[in-house]
């Protein structure tokens, strides 16, 4: 069981960057694959983007792909998550998972664990 904690959420006006950190304890996060997820107001909660473990490819979903970067910090065991170039419809609560497996995919139920979340809010 790896326990995640989620940072860097707030209030960013549109256009702008934020950077989401999702810190691990309790187990090694190179050994996970690691998807982001987010819940907007007044929506469901949806897949943005993952990584797969130890270093495999990356995917992300077509509203975000070539703003959104996803990355690994092995040393520090934490999972990051560039947003660019944000929008209003980006705005909501930003989850990481983490699921013991090489291959990450976009299914919430292939997660074992997961962060409380932070709030990202895109407005002028």
């Known amino acids: 069981q790896v326990q995640l904690v989620e940072s860097g959420g707030g209030l960013v006006q549109p256009g702008g960057s934020l950077r989401l950190s999702c810190e691990a304890s309790?187990?090694?996060?190179?050994?996970?694959?690691i998807g982001w997820f987010r819940q907007g107001p007044g929506k469901e909660r949806e897949g943005v983007g993952c990584?797969?473990?130890?270093?495999?490819?990356?995917y992300y979903v077509h509203s975000v792909n070539g703003r959104f970067t996803i990355s690994r910090d092995n040393v520090e065991n934490t999972v990051y998550l560039q947003m660019n170039m944000l929008k209003p419809e980006d705005t909501a609560v930003y989850y990481c998972?983490?699921?013991?497996?090489?291959?990450?995919?976009?299914?919430?139920?292939?997660?074992?664990?997961w962060g409380q979340g932070t709030q990202v809010t895109v407005s002028s």
């Open positions: 309790g187990s090694t996060l190179v050994d996970y694959a």
């Open positions: 998972a983490a699921a013991f497996r090489f291959a990450c995919m976009l299914i919430e139920g292939s997660y074992q664990d």
């Open positions: 990584i797969s473990r130890r270093g495999g490819p990356t």
